[in-house]
């Protein structure tokens, strides 16, 4: 199986991505690839031109390779990051089909239900199946570095089981 975690943070001391980066090695027997948009720029879709750049064309092949991706997610405003959005926009109907998993991280408790809207949308128009262990952590649970918390690691060590059994149980191979 192939697995592959998105951070879609832009903030240099992102939060979600020190969860995708703490999921990383805990995923380190398994076939991964890691895909940050810090690191890979990625153009805002407008619906046309851009699924014909380069950049946007080899980020639609790891999706389409992937059998289970896990987005690392910041909550704003009640919300997901328009870089989260933008990925589901970017990678269209290759998503289709796919085990879906997600790490939040917010500054508040009360924004634990925002990523609901992203997951309804992959479900409907794409048909992707939600593992419904998703990790929301606070400000509190990490450092400058790290995730700090001990329930949060578990947690999404928990998300990245869940990912490979569910994976596999509804591998078509």
Same mark, same amino acid.
């Given at each position: 199986?192939?697995?592959?975690?998105?951070? &879609?943070?832009?903030?240099?001391?992102s939060?979600?991505?020190? /969860?995708?980066?703490?999921?990383? @090695?805990?995923?380190?027997?398994?076939?991964?690839?890691?895909?940050?948009? @810090? %690191?890979?720029?990625?153009? /805002?879709? =407008?619906? %046309?031109?851009?699924? %014909?750049?380069?950049?946007?064309?080899?980020?639609?092949?790891?999706?389409?390779?992937?059998?289970?991706?896990?987005?690392?997610?910041?909550?704003?405003?009640?919300?997901?990051?328009?870089?989260?959005?933008?990925?589901?926009?970017?990678?269209?109907?290759?998503?289709?089909? +796919?085990?879906?998993?997600?790490?939040?991280?917010?500054?508040? +408790?009360?924004?634990?239900?925002?990523? /609901?809207?992203?997951?309804?949308?992959? /479900?409907?128009?794409y048909?992707?199946?939600?593992?419904? +262990?998703?990790?929301?952590?606070?400000?509190? %649970?990490?450092d400058? &570095?790290?995730? &700090? =918390?001990?329930?949060?690691?578990?947690?999404?060590?928990?998300?990245?089981?869940?990912?490979?059994?569910? &994976?596999?149980?509804?591998? +078509? =191979?």
């Amino acid at each position: 199986m192939n697995y592959l975690i998105i951070s &879609t943070s832009l903030r240099s001391s992102s939060n979600s991505r020190k /969860m995708a980066n703490y999921l990383k @090695q805990s995923f380190a027997n398994e076939n991964l690839e890691f895909f940050d948009l @810090q %690191d890979n720029t990625l153009p /805002m879709c =407008d619906g %046309d031109k851009c699924y %014909d750049l380069p950049e946007v064309i080899d980020f639609r092949k790891k999706i389409e390779k992937a059998n289970g991706i896990i987005m690392a997610i910041p909550i704003y405003n009640y919300n997901v990051s328009s870089g989260a959005k933008n990925i589901i926009e970017l990678g269209g109907k290759k998503l289709y089909d +796919k085990n879906f998993g997600f790490l939040c991280a917010a500054g508040g +408790k009360n924004s634990y239900m925002s990523v /609901m809207g992203l997951a309804n949308s992959l /479900m409907i128009d794409y048909r992707c199946y939600i593992i419904p +262990k998703f990790v929301y952590a606070l400000k509190k %649970d990490f450092d400058e &570095t790290k995730v &700090t =918390d001990s329930d949060i690691k578990e947690r999404i060590e928990e998300l990245g089981n869940e990912m490979i059994r569910i &994976t596999n149980a509804l591998s +078509k =191979d």
